[in-house]
T-cell receptor, first 118, second 112 residues
Framework: GAVVSQHPSRVICKSGTSVKIECRSL??????MFWYRQFPKQSLMLMAT?????????EQGVEKDKFLINHASLTLSTLTVTSAHPEDSSFYIC??????????????FGPGTRLTVL | QQQVKQSPQSLIVQKGGISIINCAYE??????FPWYQQFPGKGPALLIA?????SEKKEGRFTISFNKSAKQFSLHIMDSQPGDSATYFC???????????FGEGTQLTVNP
């Protein structure tokens, strides 16, 4: 199957700092990438959808100025949590949608990034 | 109308038993129903998926049953193993590749 990586796998930061999380599709081109947040023992909550070369579409209630998303290429999307606070501590997961080939339109998930804000 | 309801919230079965997780949806426009398996601290992994033009799909020990008229689908894990202990999420989407709508998740524990 297609492989999606995330970096870093875990990060601890002080309140008020910004944190950047990278999501890469390693062996396919991703026309669309999705960013999710997951709190303990809860389901995945979609934060935003990003298409290469265009602005991300944010879900209702997600602050676009706080969660900056950049999808600069067909293999890389980044999520920057700006001025992070303890309530932003969560498990952030990206997924990438395959743009062509046998797995066209399938979504593959990254391993997630555990963010802890002190 | 976009919700997917999943039950049970948690499930404990004995090794070798059958695990059954159920999901129900409202939006009849959904045309792709994947199941994901997630281990603690990991991202979800696609387990098996079905389209509404078939009533059942089997891959190894995993089977999806789909009831279009009832707008329900379920995951059956045959011969459940301790290694199957994980959280399972059903989801629904349009095959065109739009957003996934996830169920609430089921934490499965398979006792040895």
């Amino acid at each position: 199957g297609a492989v999606v990586s995330q970096h870093p796998s875990r990060v601890i930061c002080k309140s008020g700092t910004s944190v950047k999380i990278e999501c890469r599709s390693l062996d396919f081109q991703a026309t669309t990438m999705f960013w999710y947040r997951q709190f303990p023992k809860q389901s995945l909550m979609l934060m935003a959808t990003s298409n290469e070369g265009s602005k991300a579409t944010y879900e209702q209630g997600v602050e676009k100025d706080k969660f900056l998303i950049n999808h600069a290429s067909l293999t890389l999307s980044t999520l920057t949590v700006t001025s992070a606070h303890p309530e932003d501590s969560s498990f952030y997961i990206c997924s990438a949608r395959v743009g062509s080939g046998r797995s066209y339109n399938e979504q593959f998930f990254g391993p997630g990034t555990r963010l802890t804000v002190l | 109308q976009q919700q997917v309801k999943q039950s049970p919230q948690s499930l404990i079965v004995q090794k070798g038993g059958i695990s059954i997780i159920n999901c129900a949806y409202e939006n009849t426009a959904f045309d792709y129903f994947p199941w994901y398996q997630q281990f603690p601290g990991k991202g979800p992994a696609l387990l098996i998926a079905i389209r509404p033009d078939v009533s059942e799909k089997k891959e190894g020990r995993f089977t999806i049953s789909f009831n279009k008229s009832a707008k329900q689908f379920s995951l059956h894990i045959m011969d459940s193993q301790p290694g199957d202990s994980a959280t399972y999420f059903c989801a629904a989407t349009y095959r065109s590749g739009s957003r996934l709508t996830f169920g609430e998740g089921t934490q499965l524990t398979v006792n040895p």
